[in-house]
Nanobody, 129 residues
Framework: QVQLLESGGDSVQAGGSLTLSCAASGYSLKSDCIAWFRQVPGKEREEITMIYLAANRTDYAASVKGRFTISQDSSENIVYLQMNSLKPEDTAMYYC??????????????????????WGQGTQVTVSS
């Protein structure tokens, strides 16, 4: 069964750090592009970062640039989101999503028009002030 599973969500104080994991099972991420989204109830889902795995090319939303880092561990089939200098406004449910269409992944950037094809169930991050 093909699935993405997020983990690592927790409650932290402002200024703290967390690392989220997105593990793929049932298939190899290899040439996929993986994105992290977040959503607060009542608000639109926000794409915050993406990585094109074959080229290790990354992109970030302005809201997290310089604080968050997306990376891959290809041997473990996992993509990580390192989150530093966390703020209360980072509180959200965080989702990873995958697109296996290499020809689209080559040109993807954060906030583009293409949909992601596979989604995880989400992991909650809560940042208190």
């Amino acid at each position: 069964q093909v699935q993405l599973l997020e983990s690592g969500g927790d409650s932290v104080q402002a200024g703290g750090s967390l690392t989220l994991s997105c593990a793929a099972s049932g298939y190899s991420l290899k040439s996929d592009c993986i994105a992290w989204f977040r959503q607060v109830p009542g608000k639109e889902r926000e794409e915050i970062t993406m990585i094109y795995l074959a080229a290790n090319r990354t992109d970030y939303a302005a809201s997290v640039k310089g604080r968050f880092t997306i990376s891959q561990d290809s041997s473990e089939n996992i993509v990580y989101l390192q989150m530093n200098s966390l703020k209360p406004e980072d509180t959200a449910m965080y989702y990873c999503a995958a697109d296996y269409r290499d020809w689209i992944c080559r040109v993807r950037v954060v906030g583009d028009v293409y949909e992601y094809k596979r989604w995880g169930q989400g992991t909650q991050v809560t940042v208190s002030s």
